[in-house]
């Protein structure tokens, strides 16, 4: 959900950037062809932009993890649980609400558009498709003014004589043959998606203005009277648009639309103002870009004068991923056991690493090693990979990590002091080490303002309410530190029940956990009890 929420924030960002460009630089220039492929491109930039942002490389610092933390098996899977979802007294979740709020804003746009879509296509059943010099037309009384859907012209017979059909036929040419309907499409569609995006809405209305530039152009290009022209446009001031998915004669009928059909045509010295999408287009870079964390240099990753170096080198390739549904986990730790040698898994869980002493079998000449696999939130994965004969690089080996559950063991912050960090890890000949970057969550504050808050919620609840019993509450810390899927499981009575889940749902955010740099939700596990 919260994917959603930021990719849409970011897709609207380009939006308002790319649409101010265009309204301060371009939309009073006559460069009509440029400035429809400006505005298509730049929605299109805007888009996809934050799909594949570019990554940059960061150089990861190890930081310590809280002591009083351990890891434990995932085994509460199966407990019957009871969610804080179910309980009366749960906080309200916005992130819910705006995606119900922004889902039915959306189905109401697409609704708006099919009921357009389907209204055109009834009428075309209706009163049928005719031709009428070289172009597909439809008569219908329905509507006054005329207007074109995909490569058909709908006009009122009532209200347009003969005289007029030419003039109003060589402008709609203009948007069949330059396939205008692909643009209002396309921008009615991203109207569904960012209906709250207000610039969205000023998007669809220059593009269908310079729809009408390039019509009138084309129009008066074809040797058509501009008096006449622009006395018959006049001449549809009272009406207004019906469809709009359409492109309609009298769309943005003003002054500006009268003045821009005579005006000097801007000298191609302006047309350097597209160059500003440039920055335009940095700026978004630079916003959207994404850190990719490496422990050190390649050089350094395997520093071979740790252990002695055997005769032969193992170079040891594999893949790293989740052991439920088989996606693969970035930046998860691969060394050698029993030494420092290791690296990290890439955006697609591949790794390779070299064991400069393996294991070698005297008979068979069979190299092996063993290679622990770590991932915050997920159990160590400990594998021996070989490859027989005299080969010196093994096939590909896969590591499945299952999820694992962090259990909280509080500590008494009254009476006993937290323990000192322990030290940075150094070697004594001064080698740079490898480093596993392997962050859990944090507390605002740390795990004595956790036991704090704890011992704090569970005194004041249980003297409003006189609980007492023990309950164990699992809940993870997202991404972005908030505290989600809440359970409770084995608890003593429906007051403790209650109440544990209220000092979950109650948690201030914390510090998400990171896996080299990269922010990844981990479970927790933590018992509390009310005496």
């Known amino acids: 959900m919260e994917t959603i929420f930021i990719f849409l924030l970011k897709a609207s960002s380009g939006i308002v950037l790319f649409y101010l460009v265009y309204w301060f630089f371009l939309r009073k220039e006559t460069f009509y062809t440029a400035n429809r492929w400006f505005l298509l491109t730049a929605l299109f930039t805007a888009i996809f932009l934050p799909l594949f942002p570019v990554q940059y490389s960061v150089l990861a610092d190890p930081e310590n993890n809280e002591t009083v933390l351990k890891s434990i098996s995932d085994t509460f899977k199966n407990i019957p649980v009871v969610t804080a979802s179910e309980l009366p007294d749960e906080k309200f979740n916005w992130q819910q609400a705006i995606l119900l709020v922004y889902l039915t804003g959306a189905s109401l746009f697409l609704l708006r558009l099919l009921i357009q879509t389907f209204i055109l296509i009834r009428l075309m059943i209706k009163h049928r498709v005719k031709s009428l010099d070289g172009i597909r037309v439809v ?90 022209y622009q006395a018959l446009l006049i001449n549809q001031l009272m009406g207004m648009q019906i469809i709009g998915i359409t492109n309609n004669l009298n769309f943005a009928l003003n002054t500006n639309r009268l003045k821009m059909m005579t005006k000097k045509k801007t000298s191609r010295l302006h047309g350097t103002k597209f160059a500003l999408a440039l920055p335009a287009i940095a700026l978004l870079l630079f916003a959207f870009a994404e850190p990719e964390y490496k422990a050190k240099p390649t050089e350094i990753l395997n520093p071979v004068t740790v252990v002695q170096k055997g005769e032969k080198e193992f170079v040891i390739k594999g893949e790293v991923v989740r052991d439920d549904n088989g996606k693969p986990l970035e930046g998860a730790s691969v060394i050698i056991k029993g030494t420092t040698i290791g690296t990290v898994s890439d955006k697609d869980g591949k790794f390779t690493v070299t064991d400069p002493n393996p294991e070698v079998d005297n008979n068979t000449g069979s190299l092996s090693s063993e290679l622990v696999v770590s991932y915050v939130g997920f159990e160590s994965f400990v594998m021996k990979v070989a490859a027989s004969g005299t080969a010196l690089e093994n096939g590909s080996f896969t590591s499945k990590l299952k999820e694992g559950v962090i259990y909280i063991d509080l500590p008494d912050y009254k009476n006993v002091p937290p323990p000192p960090p322990p030290p940075p890890a150094i070697s004594d000949d001064g080698e740079e080490l490898f480093i596993i970057v392997e962050d859990l969550p944090k507390f605002p504050g740390g795990i004595y303002e956790l036991a704090k808050y704890i011992a704090e919620m569970q005194e004041n609840l249980a003297r409003i309410d006189n609980i007492k019993g023990k309950a164990k509450i699992m809940f993870t810390i997202s991404e972005t530190g908030k505290v989600t899927n809440i359970s409770v499981s084995e608890w003593n009575n429906q007051k403790v029940l209650k109440a544990a889940a209220t000092i979950a749902s109650q948690m201030p955010d914390w510090t998400p956990g990171k896996q080299h740099g990269k922010s990844v939700p981990v479970k927790y596990l933590m018992p509390v009890e009310f005496n």
């Open 139 to 228: 008569e219908n009384e329905k509507y006054g003014l005329p207007f074109s859907f995909f490569n058909i012209v709908f006009f009122n017979p009532k209200f347009h004589t003969q005289e007029d059909l030419p003039d109003i036929l060589a402008h709609e040419k203009v948007h069949i043959r330059e396939n205008h309907w692909f643009d209002l499409l396309f921008i009615e569609l991203l109207t569904v998606i960012f209906w709250f995006n207000p610039f969205i809405w000023f998007y669809e209305h220059s593009i269908k203005q310079n729809h009408e530039y390039l019509a009138d152009k084309g129009v008066l290009a074809q040797g058509h009277n501009a008096g006449r």
